[in-house]
C-alpha cells in the first residue's frame, strides 16, 4: 500500500488499541492457516473419493489428524492468552513459549 494509507492504518489501529499478532502468537495463527488450508485440501479429497487412489485411507487418518492439529493449535493460544490476561506471564515470557510440533 502507499506510505499515507500505511500511516492511517497504522494511527487507526493504535487509537482503537488494535495491534498485530507478533512473535509466538503470530507463529500459532500462521500454523493454524497452514493446517487449515491442508483440512481444505484433504476434505476435496474426500468429497472426491480419490483418497489413496482406491476410496480408502492408509494410515493414520489425515482428516482427523489435521482437524485435531487445529484443535490443539486453539488451545495453545487460548491457554497463552489466559496467561498473559490473568497475569501468570508476561507477553515477553509468553512469546518465548513456542507450540511443539504434535508427532501424529
Keep these: 500500500m502507499g506510505q499515507i494509507t500505511d500511516a492511517k492504518i497504522d494511527a487507526w489501529q493504535q487509537a482503537s488499541g488494535i ?3 507478533t512473535e509466538s502468537r ?12 491442508e483440512l481444505i485440501k484433504i476434505v476435496e ?3 472426491s473419493g480419490i483418497r489413496d487412489g482406491d476410496g480408502h485411507w492408509y494410515g493414520s487418518d489425515p482428516l482427523h489428524a489435521t482437524v485435531r492439529k487445529i484443535t490443539e ?3 495453545f493460544l487460548e491457554q497463552r ?3 498473559v490476561s490473568n497475569g501468570h506471564m508476561t507477553e515477553v515470557e509468553a512469546n518465548a513459549v513456542k507450540f511443539t510440533e504434535i508427532q501424529f
Design 81 to 83: 492468552e489466559w496467561a
Design 45 to 47: 479429497l474426500e468429497r
Design 73 to 75: 493449535l486453539q488451545d
Design 19 to 21: 495491534s498485530e499478532a
Design 26 to 37: 503470530a507463529k500459532t495463527l500462521e500454523d493454524m492457516s497452514q493446517a487449515a488450508f
